[in-house]
């Protein structure tokens, strides 16, 4: 089956910190996608990575795919209370595409 | 707003009965999708309607089943319901023209069975 591991599973930070979570897979990926998902809310796309290497930013979010797209990473400068929530990774893989949600990474924010 | 409604928002019910949860795409969106998020967990994909069509399967119970009807709408029916069933289920749509397609999901329905 699908080998996808999502790190930290949790992470509290101060706000004005930095963050990070990083999305493993076994295989190689044809693409990932990044969702964030509020306190009692539902899941919002952040980004679609495609390419070997690439990196995309989304303000004080930056967004990377390994050279191997085997990993991706999400990285947020300087949190804010806004950016409190859970974010999922999921890998989509050849064939019929389908994605698969990681187990995310739950980030809280210490005011 | 996604786009994506779906209804009801709460549903209660006891063990044994059977729901029937629906979802209604954004417009022009083919593809539904159906997960099943249980408490402070990830969520787990049950299975992907395209145009009508049965496309992808996930961790889908037996007892569960959907469909996919020709205006596009999609219904989850849960059946034989456990204490273990009751989660916040997704659904969520999509274009799907192309490899790129990110997910609409809309705002969920708490199933809670007593």
């Known amino acids: 089956g699908q080998q996808v591991m999502q790190i930290p599973q949790y992470q509290h930070v101060q706000e004005g910190e930095d963050f990070t979570t990083y999305c493993n897979s076994s295989?190689?990926?044809?693409?990932i996608q990044w969702y964030k998902q509020r306190p009692g809310g539902h899941p919002v796309f952040l980004i679609q990575?495609?390419?070997?290497?690439e990196v995309k930013k989304q303000k004080r979010l930056t967004f990377q795919f390994g050279e191997a797209k085997k990993n991706s990473s999400l990285h947020i400068t300087a949190t804010q209370t806004t950016d409190v929530g859970t974010y999922f990774c999921?890998?989509?893989?050849?064939?019929?595409?389908?994605?698969?949600f990681g187990t995310g990474t739950r980030l809280t924010i210490i005011p | 707003d996604s786009g994506v409604t779906q209804t009801p928002k709460h549903l209660i019910t006891a063990t044994g009965q059977r729901v029937t949860l629906r979802c209604s795409p954004r417009s022009g969106d083919l593809s539904v999708y159906w997960y099943q998020q249980s408490l402070d967990q990830g969520l787990q994909f049950l299975i992907q309607y395209y145009n009508g069509e049965e496309r992808a399967k996930g961790n889908i119970l037996e007892r569960f089943s959907a469909q996919q009807f020709p205006d596009l709408h999609s219904e989850l029916n849960l059946s034989s319901l456990e204490l273990g069933d009751s989660a916040l289920y997704f659904c969520?749509?999509?274009?799907?023209?192309?490899?790129?397609?990110?997910?609409?999901f809309g705002p969920g329905t708490r199933l809670t069975v007593l």
């Open positions: 969520a749509s999509s274009a799907d023209r192309g490899r790129y397609n990110e997910q609409f």
């Open positions: 295989t190689t990926l044809s693409n």
């Open positions: 990575l495609v390419k070997s290497g």
């Open positions: 999921a890998p989509a893989r050849g064939g019929n595409e389908k994605l698969t």
